[in-house]
């Protein structure tokens, strides 16, 4: 069983040729609202991946709001840990253009939970195979949520994005840390190379279509990424993070899983939507050529 303790938004998507420059309006040629949040595209995909999910997080007494929550069952995952407030729910305005993404988030709902709330949710956490978090949730929900983990002796990963939430605080607690490049080197600074020799199999930098480096406690390890045509990047690396979970409690090992994680991430981004391409497992088996997980 996975536990998410995360976001969940409604992803306002506008597509256009160009991104506008500083004060210009360009026009746009399509306009979509699709389920997102980083908690909620990782849930999603471990899910799809065969993944027992449980959600914990908030949503608006709106329109998105029931939407989110019905498209989160659709997937088969548990929402009871999901709560409603009279208010927004959270949103992610995602423009897209030129293969990449420019992405605004307004957490509403998401910031309503508190530390309390989490403190009751204790069973929950610690009857999980592991815990998944990401930094779009309330700071000291985020360092709670690790400290209770900690203490019943459940693996956690930690998510930093966006990583201007991160703080060293988090280190003693997570158990995996998977930053992209851009999010590695904003809280390690530029060698974060180095650190990845302090937290062998521990923290883990996605590079992209690069595919992911870690250290194994002798050497640096990339793992290669998968050739894709890439039609939309929004939630590659929500994909990356929620196959690695899928990979890690099922008991692989730690190079495989990173394998695993980069052959769903590369199949993400061939469909439009933050979870309209997240893959299923035979789908990941057969990027990686067959290979049994």
Request: net charge negative.
């Amino acid at each position: 069983m996975i536990t998410v303790v995360g976001s969940i938004n409604m992803d306002l998507v506008v597509q256009t040729d160009r991104f506008p420059k500083q004060g210009e309006t360009a026009l746009g040629n399509l306009y979509k609202t699709v389920p997102g949040g980083k908690g909620a595209n990782q849930a999603v995909a471990a899910a799809r991946l065969g993944s027992d999910v449980h959600m914990i997080g908030a949503v608006g007494q709106d329109a998105f709001g029931t939407e989110l929550l019905t498209g989160l069952e659709t997937e088969g995952i548990q929402v009871q840990g999901v709560k409603r407030i009279n208010g927004a729910s959270g949103i992610a305005n995602i423009l897209l253009s030129e293969g990449d993404n420019r992405i605004i988030v307004v957490p509403g709902a998401n910031y309503s939970v508190t530390t309390g709330e989490i403190e009751g949710f204790t069973k929950q956490l610690a009857a999980s195979d592991l815990v998944m978090m990401q930094l779009e949730m309330p700071i000291p929900v985020i360092q709670r949520t690790l400290e209770i983990c900690h203490e019943n002796g459940v693996p956690t990963i930690l998510n930093p994005a966006p990583a201007s939430g991160f703080t060293a605080d988090f280190l003693p607690y997570c158990t995996y840390l998977t930053p992209n490049e851009t999010e590695a080197e904003e809280i390690f600074g530029g060698n974060w190379e180095q650190a990845l020799e302090e937290y062998p199999n521990r923290l883990v930098v996605t590079l992209g279509q690069k595919g992911a480096q870690f250290f194994d406690g002798e050497k640096h390890v990339i793992v290669e990424g998968f050739p894709t045509e890439a039609v939309d990047t929004t939630g590659a690396g929500d994909t990356f993070n929620g196959a690695l979970a899928a990979a890690i409690a099922e008991g692989q090992d730690f190079e495989q899983a990173v394998r695993f994680a980069n052959a769903a991430a590369s199949l993400s981004v061939e469909k439009f939507g933050a979870q309209g391409g997240m893959p299923e497992r035979d789908a990941v088996l057969g990027r990686m050529g067959g290979a049994r997980s």
